[in-house]
């Protein structure tokens, strides 16, 4: 079945550091979808990207989708506390409909 | 209401008990999901609705689960016979319908969850 992957799991950051997660897929997607889920919280909907080489920048974040459509990365540049949380990546299921596949998410923490 | 409700937010039941958790989604939203959240753990997919369409329910972990959607709107989360492995935050999730135009497809917007605790 279709699979999602996330890397890394857990990252330590020193405020002000750069941060980078990425997320490879099975197959290729039509569109990945970027998600922020505070410590508490619930996932928030970040972003969508859609186009094979896609950039889109979101202040200090920066997201891309592979050529190939089946990995995307976050980078967020010099990080703050504010930016702790776990980032998933997620991608339309196999299956028709609306269902989304996420990765496991990658947890970021940052030391002040 | 503006967002995706759920109840309640914190549930404490007994081992081999019944709880049902409840979702309302945002009004118009055709798309209704489950997930369950272990903690510090990923997203584990548990049911599906799409409109009036027979609901997926490939993520359902046994029989002890199931789940209604009455009417395409309010969904009720059913667990059985409560087992300590239970135990995890459930979240509800909607979604606008395929294609809806000027919004990104299948964009989904989270509940804040029903924190589950099986004693």
């Known amino acids: 079945g279709q699979q999602v992957m996330q890397i890394p799991q857990y990252q330590h950051v020193q405020e002000g550091e750069d941060f980078t997660t990425y997320c490879n897929s099975s197959t290729t997607l039509s569109n990945i979808q970027w998600y922020k889920q505070r410590p508490g919280g619930h996932p928030v909907f970040l972003i969508q990207?859609?186009?094979?080489?896609e950039v889109k920048k979101q202040k200090r974040l920066t997201f891309q989708f592979g050529e190939a459509k089946k990995n995307s990365s976050l980078h967020i540049t010099a990080t703050q506390t504010t930016d702790v949380g776990t980032y998933f990546c997620a991608g339309p299921s196999n299956n028709a409909g609306n269902m989304l596949t996420f990765g496991g998410g990658t947890r970021l923490m940052v030391k002040p | 209401g503006a967002g995706v409700s759920q109840s309640p937010s914190n549930k404490v039941t007994e081992k081999g008990k019944d709880v049902e958790l409840r979702c309302d989604p945002i009004?118009?939203?055709?798309?209704l999901y489950w997930y369950r959240q272990s903690l510090g753990q990923g997203l584990e997919f548990l049911i599906y609705f799409q409109g009036n369409s027979a609901p997926d329910k490939s993520g359902l972990p046994s029989d002890r689960f199931s789940a209604e959607r009455t009417g395409g709107s309010v969904s009720t989360l059913t667990i059985q016979r409560t087992q300590q492995e239970d135990s995890a935050v459930y979240l509800c999730?909607?979604?606008?319908?395929?294609?809806?135009?000027?919004?990104?497809?299948?964009?989904?917007?989270f509940g804040p969850g029903t924190r589950l605790t099986v004693l």
């Open positions: 990207l859609v186009k094979s080489g």
């Open positions: 009004s118009g939203h055709t798309a």
């Open positions: 999730a909607s979604s606008f319908p395929l294609g809806y135009s000027g919004r990104p497809p299948d964009t989904q917007y």
